[in-house]
Antibody, heavy 120, light 108 residues
Framework: QITLKESGPALVKPTQTLTLTCTFS??????????VGWIRQPPGKALEWLAL???????RYSPSLKSRLTVTKDTSKNQVVLTMTNMDPVDTATYHCAYNPPTGYNYDYWGQGTLVTVSS | SFVLTQTPSVSVVPGQTATITCGGN??????VHWYQQKPGQAPILVVYDDTDRPSGIPERFSGSNYGNTATLTISGVEAGDEADYFCHVWDNGSDQGVFGGGTKVTVL
């Protein structure tokens, strides 16, 4: 059974750096083709794709946010970490991580998400 | 970058068919995935690669994709189908994932 869970601060101040951790089970990021993606959703708004990291450490980022995002993995801990710099109130959102199977770009399983509020 | 356009809302009577569209330039050349999201919950994949259903998803959910429009069809709509639905593709041109704006399905 595949599960993912996001963790991190619920509140950050403007200009601070956000660090979120996705802890997963039921699959390995050592498996060929597997990936973990990050998606966010501002309150009442649509999903926004942020980043994707693959088993071989290949990474993809949203072009509009690429300068602010870093995604890394720790396969020994079954964790993926997303870092976003220079946080702004418009970055207030629920941040989800999700499992990307080897067969395509769909997200088969999602974490429940963690709400991050950016406010001074 | 690639833009996916969804009708903001659709209303349907129980037992009838809900049709949710996702428009994009030559979206037919992309693999489209659909997610259902109920309030306060994480999205659930209901259709992937245009037409395939994950295990556990009822046959009432079906998808198609041709030309500039992908479609998610919910046949015999039930009250429990009331949710937001998002389409999703991988855009090779910009090398990123893209989501549509979402469609709220209301069961009358």
């Amino acid at each position: 059974q595949i599960t993912l869970k996001e963790s991190g601060p619920a509140l950050v101040k403007p200009t601070q750096t956000l660090t979120l951790t996705c802890t997963f089970s039921g699959f390995s990021l050592n498996t060929s083709g597997v990936g973990v993606g990050w998606i966010r959703q501002p309150p009442g708004k649509a999903l926004e794709w942020l980043a994707l990291i693959y088993w071989d450490d290949d990474k993809r980022y949203s072009p509009s946010l690429k300068s602010r995002l870093t995604v890394t993995k720790d396969t020994s801990k079954n964790q993926v970490v997303l870092t976003m710099t220079n946080m702004d109130p418009v970055d207030t959102a629920t941040y989800h991580c999700a499992y990307n199977p080897p067969t395509g770009y769909n997200y088969d399983y999602w974490g429940q998400g963690t709400l991050v509020t950016v406010s001074s | 970058s690639f833009v996916l356009t969804q009708t903001p809302s659709v209303s349907v009577v129980p037992g009838q068919t809900a049709t949710i569209t996702c428009g994009g330039n030559d979206i037919g050349s992309h693999s489209v995935h659909w997610y259902q999201q109920k309030p306060g919950q994480a999205p659930i994949l209901v259709v992937y690669d245009d037409t395939d259903r994950p295990s556990g998803i009822p046959e009432r959910f079906s998808g198609s994709n041709y030309g500039n429009t992908a479609t998610l069809t919910i046949s015999g709509v039930e009250a429990g189908d009331e949710a937001d639905y998002f389409c999703h593709v991988w855009d090779n041109g910009s090398d990123q994932g893209v989501f549509g704006g979402g469609t709220k399905v209301t069961v009358l």
